[in-house]
Nanobody, 127 residues
């Protein structure tokens, strides 16, 4: 059974930091780009960050650029999202996902391009 399991969410004050992790099991995603998305109550799921399969290329939503950093450790089948300078508007459920394409250097930001999803981890930011 293929699973993506996120962890690291929680409650943090504005200006604080959190590090999310996403561990894959059941198969390796070393040849897939991996993305982070988030969804706040009453809003559409939105793209946050993506990293290429080798980790060479990264892309971020404008709203998080300069504050969030995506990384991956293929030996551990894990993707990370370091979130600094958190704002109340960053509060959401954060999901990691695996792009359906393999060995693709294109960094895709549409949720439709992602095949496997985790269950999400809640991030709450108090003002």
């Amino acid at each position: 059974q293929v699973q993506l399991v996120e962890s690291g969410g929680g409650l943090v004050q504005a200006g604080g930091s959190l590090r999310l992790s996403c561990v894959a099991s059941g198969r390796t995603f070393r040849s897939n780009a991996m993305g982070w998305f988030r969804q706040a109550p009453g809003k559409e799921r939105e793209f946050v960050a993506v990293i290429s399969w080798k980790g060479t290329y990264k892309d971020y939503a404008d709203t998080v650029k300069g504050r969030f950093t995506i990384s991956r450790d293929n030996a551990k089948n894990t993707v990370y999202l370091q979130m600094n300078s958190l704002k109340p508007e960053d509060a959401a459920v954060y999901y990691c996902a695996a792009d359906r394409a393999t060995y693709n250097h294109q960094l895709r930001t549409s949720a439709d391009e992602y095949e496997y999803w985790g269950q999400g981890t809640q991030v709450t930011v108090s003002s």
